[in-house]
């Protein structure tokens, strides 16, 4: 049950409001997700450390890229940025 693992009783949970419960939801996915990106780190240190199996540095995105990360293309970026600035000065 997702109150269980958000560390709260199902009775605690109904006294609260509702801007409240999606404030401990937030902060427990939160939570998760730290957890998340911590191990994903590590896996990434240990396959670096592996030696010689590895032909380039693996980074931490490259294992595993939550929704929220997303793939930058710099030429892409560039091109955006230049135009929205052209934008902002017509």
Do not use: Y
């Amino acid at each position: 049950m997702l109150v269980g693992r958000l560390g709260i009783s199902p009775s605690e949970a109904k006294k609260l409001t509702r801007e409240e419960l999606e404030a401990v939801v937030k902060h427990g996915t939160e939570r998760l997700k730290d957890d998340w990106k911590r191990t994903r780190w590590l896996a990434a240190v240990l396959v670096n450390v592996s030696g010689k199996t590895v032909k380039k540095q693996i980074r931490e995105t490259d294992l595993l890229r939550f929704h929220d990360e997303t793939k930058g293309n710099g030429f892409a970026d560039f091109v955006r940025a230049a135009h929205n600035g052209a934008r902002r000065t017509e």
